[in-house]
């Protein structure tokens, strides 16, 4: 928790409702992106990406697996954030489990549509190896390693960035076997499918701070906040899903100002996590 002067909440405030942040941004800047991708070598993808102090680290580990019996012709995905104590002493015992799962089910909703899988941003159809009986079974994973503020965009792009950077094993299927028989597979040791990442959405979080809302925000941003709403926003502008934290409520004209700001900016967030996806792997290849 961050514990702030009378002063300097109305420092921040005042800075907001001029346009002027603390660290001299506009209310719709992010602060400096930087990516590495490969940074797990154990795993199928994996990613880090700092956004201003906060870093994050996402990985993703590819198991076979039997898809779900009322959907059989999709794959499986399950998310889990890890908010290390190390990050924020507030993370220590039950205030990180809380904050992890809080964490786990935003993205769940914003990448995945919710339980169901409709609206998802990752497609799910292009898990299945043979429908009905064997598909990829995704499991991603997110740490936190520094915090300060927008956690969940941080841990969004760097999901992102580890599925761009994820290679699938080719898997030859046996012909022959029959009704709920598991057929023999062949999994390859050499060839690998890339991950399409061209529908994975990013999430865009505005904070409202007194009478604006901010993108990016800091700890001391957020200590301040009335409300926030996380919007993932595919490279088409179509919204995949939608998260609120916060007690105060907002009018439904408000919340439909900040999914059009949001929209805005994702095209922004799109082109430099792209740019910097490609120096990263860029980079990875060099090495």
Not at 37 to 63: D, H, L, Y
Not at 66 to 78: F, H, I, T, W, Y
Not at 164 to 193: H, K, M, Y
Not at 229 to 238: F, L
């Amino acid at each position: 928790m961050v514990g702030l002067s009378l002063g300097e909440k109305h420092f921040i405030q005042g800075g907001i409702d001029q346009n002027l942040r603390s660290d001299g941004r506009k209310r719709d800047a992010y602060r400096p992106i930087s990516i590495e991708t490969g940074v797990i070598p154990q795993a199928n993808g994996s990613a880090r990406i700092r956004i201003g102090a906060t870093e994050v680290i996402a990985s993703v580990k590819a198991e076979l697996g039997r898809p779900n019996a009322l959907q059989p012709d999709k794959g499986k995905v399950a998310i889990f954030v890890d908010c290390s104590p190390v990050a924020e002493p507030m993370f220590e015992g039950r205030g990180g489990e809380e904050l992890s799962a809080e964490l786990s089910v935003a993205l769940q909703r914003c990448l995945l549509g919710g339980k169901s899988g409709a609206g998802a941003g990752i497609d799910l159809s292009s898990l299945i190896v043979a429908e009905g009986k064997i598909c990829w079974d995704l499991y991603i994973d997110g740490l936190v390693i520094s915090s300060d503020g927008n956690l969940l965009d941080a841990l969004g792009a760097a999901i992102k960035a580890a599925l761009s950077n994820t290679g699938i094993p080719r898997v030859q299927v046996a012909a022959g076997a029959s009704g709920d028989e598991q057929p023999e597979v062949d999994i390859s040791d050499e060839e690998f499918l890339q991950f399409d990442t061209s529908g994975v959405p990013v999430i865009v979080t505005l904070t409202k701070v007194g009478r604006h809302y901010i993108v990016d925000a800091t700890s001391e941003e957020e200590s301040q906040m009335s409300s926030a709403v996380s919007v993932s926003i595919s490279r088409k502008g179509h919204i995949c899903g939608l998260s609120k934290r916060g007690s105060a409520g907002l009018d439904p004209s408000v919340i439909s100002d900040m999914i059009s700001v949001a929209r805005h900016i994702s095209e922004q967030l799109i082109n430099k996590l792209d740019s910097e996806i490609s120096a990263a792997e860029a980079d990875e290849d060099e090495m």
